[in-house]
């Protein structure tokens, strides 16, 4: 599948859940990605509606890392994890 994102919300993270590094980027629905490692994607030009760079992420290369996480049901619940 492939994710039109906004260039300049990518930012690099790291999963509070397991650690990994992890590429947050907001979806042209406004929606934010995690997605696995450092997405790179295929930049062209701004949309019509919108002036801001997207690029396409292909999620077979860079999956959402709701989808792969160890501890995705973490996410899930979205409760703050005991220490
Ligand atoms: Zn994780």
Redesign the pocket.
Known sequence: MILTVFTDSKRLSQ?Q??G?LITFAELLSGKTMPFNGRAVGKEHASLLQSPRDVEDIDTTKYPS?FAT???ARHHRRGRPERR
Request: with cysteine; charged share 0%; hydrophobic share 10%.
């Open positions: 999963c859940s397991c990994a890392h996480c160890p501890q």
